[in-house]
């Protein structure tokens, strides 16, 4: 079944913690933090001397543990957890995670963040020798790999698997006695170190959970890293050498919570200097500055800062609504955008309003945005995008994989605007960018992944080389 992709979605959040007396407790107040990541499935694994239990289901997370009784038998002073957006697999209970595995001589839980760009590979090549999956997504490999190895101890299996798998990961791996937090060589997903006031560790794919378990941050979890932890403390260890910083930069434009700190960066600051810097080359006239709600807010105060115009509320989001899927037919998916948000006709009649939004991927949305405001009584609208045009698809751990899904890939600056029915369309530059997030490192574009703008990729695409290729001929018209 083809579908359209009319916003940006990120595969999954990962949670991990080792020495709490209530390690599952404290797993679902850390999920809850990273519900953004994710809201299709959840799950949390518990580790109760040894004997792993799990629960999952589809849903959010307040759906899926609705129940007490199904966070209370997850007992342990370990755990790890995981909430879904399905991007390799489809969006069946087998998919979601945290997976558990019994064997004859171990058990072990896994949870991933990403994509594997050779998992159709290394699918076929495990079933020719024997290999039975029970699920269609990519995660199940490691799995695979560490039972195929032929190593003696698990740790050089797992370094062993970790070096097989290509693309981007962040992994939770769970056995009777230890908790493995692992990242790819280029760290594209972010993952990060905490510590509570107990002593208890915790790792989660964002800081902003931290605060909400009472742990303070560590450190990052580095490129190419295996962090193993268990009743002795962490110990730091690496499965590569090979390593070259390329995070995610659509993690500081629009997938992470504003209030989390990405390699020494906070979100929140990242998104205010994208804005200044879009009104540095802003030229044209106007008399206030809305944000589209929520993750472009921050970009939008930055915004009016820089240019001496009002940041006002516009626009509204109705804080309530639950996701609206994909709809079938193009009236339905707009009405979604109307129960979503509101225009604030007070607030925008008779002016000249620069709507700042994180990204465009189809356009859907933002012609119904702008046309929102027109109704309302805007008289421009000048819309100013908080990133570089999106023209390539992503293959490690976004859910955009094809150049038919992105307006910017198939039409102009102008005939975008054209198509939104915007006043002016400007975009961010992809070194805007990379000097609005100004991490500390020596890597390409700032330690920044830009592929998505550029087309230049940090690693070779292996399974999806072809299907890339076959992108770059195709062109879609959004009209």
């Known amino acids: 079944m083809t579908y359209e992709v009319k916003s940006l979605n990120e595969e999954c959040g990962i949670f991990g913690i080792w020495g709490h007396p209530q390690a599952s407790q404290v797993t679902y107040f850390g999920l809850h933090s990273l519900q953004h990541r994710g809201q299709e499935g959840a799950g949390i694994l518990s580790n109760d001397q040894g004997q792993l239990k799990r629960h999952r289901d589809l849903g959010l997370l ?61 699918k076929r090549e495990l079933e020719k020798e024997g290999a039975i999956f029970s699920s269609s997504s990519d995660t199940e490999i490691l799995m695979h790999l560490i039972r195929h190895s032929k190593k003696e101890h698990f740790e050089d299996k797992l370094k062993e698997a970790l070096n097989t798998v290509k693309g981007g990961f962040a992994y939770l791996v769970m056995t009777e006695d230890k908790l493995y937090a692992a990242l790819d060589p280029n760290g594209f997903r972010p993952l990060s ?19 909400v378990v009472g742990a303070e941050w560590v450190r990052d979890v580095k490129p190419g890293e295996l962090v193993i932890i268990d009743q ?22 629009y ?42 807010l921050s970009a939008a105060s930055g915004f009016s800062e820089e240019s001496g115009l009002p940041n006002e509320m516009g626009l509204i989001k109705n804080q309530y609504i639950q996701r609206t899927f994909i709809q079938p037919t193009q009236e339905l998916r707009e009405q979604g955008v109307r129960m979503k948000l509101s225009a604030v006709s007070s607030i925008v009649k008779g002016k000249r309003v620069v709507m700042v939004d994180d990204s465009i991927v189809r356009g859907t949305t933002s012609r119904r945005i702008v046309q929102l405001l027109r109704e309302a009584g805007a008289a421009e609208v000048h819309v100013a995008i908080a990133s570089p045009p999106l023209k390539y698809p ?28 915007a006043d002016s369309l400007t975009y961010l530059s992809i ?49």
């Open 255 to 296: 997938f992470a919570r504003p209030d989390s700190v990405i390699h020494g960066v906070n979100v929140h600051t990242a998104r205010k200097n994208t804005g200044r810097i879009l009104a540095q080359n802003f030229p044209f006239e106007a008399d206030i500055v809305v944000g589209v709600p929520n993750s472009s």
């Open 394 to 421: 992503c293959f490690y751990g976004i859910d955009i994989q094809s150049r038919r899904e992105l307006i910017a890939a198939n039409h102009t600056v102008e005939e975008t605007r054209e198509i939104i029915g």
């Open 431 to 479: 070194e805007g960018l990379i000097q609005s997030v100004g991490l500390e490192t020596d890597a390409p574009n700032g330690g920044l992944c830009v592929a998505y703008f550029d087309g230049d990729y940090p690693t070779p695409l292996y399974d999806y080389e072809e299907r890339y290729l076959q992108s770059l001929k195709e062109k879609t018209s959004f009209y």
């Open 193 to 211: 170190i905490g510590r509570m006031k107990n002593g208890a560790w915790v790792v989660s794919s964002e800081t902003c959970a931290f605060e």
């Open 62 to 122: 307040s759906e899926v543990f609705k129940n007490p009784a199904d966070l209370d038998g997850l007992t342990g002073e370990a755990a790890i957890g995981h909430v879904r957006y399905a991007t390799a697999g489809n969006a069946s209970i087998n998919n979601v995670q945290p997976f558990l595995f019994e064997f004859y001589d171990m058990q072990m839980g896994l949870a991933h963040n990403g994509n594997l760009t050779n998992a159709e590979t290394l």
């Open 232 to 253: 002795d403390g962490v110990t730091y260890d690496s499965y590569t050498n090979d390593t070259q910083l390329a995070i995610c930069s659509m993690e500081y434009v």
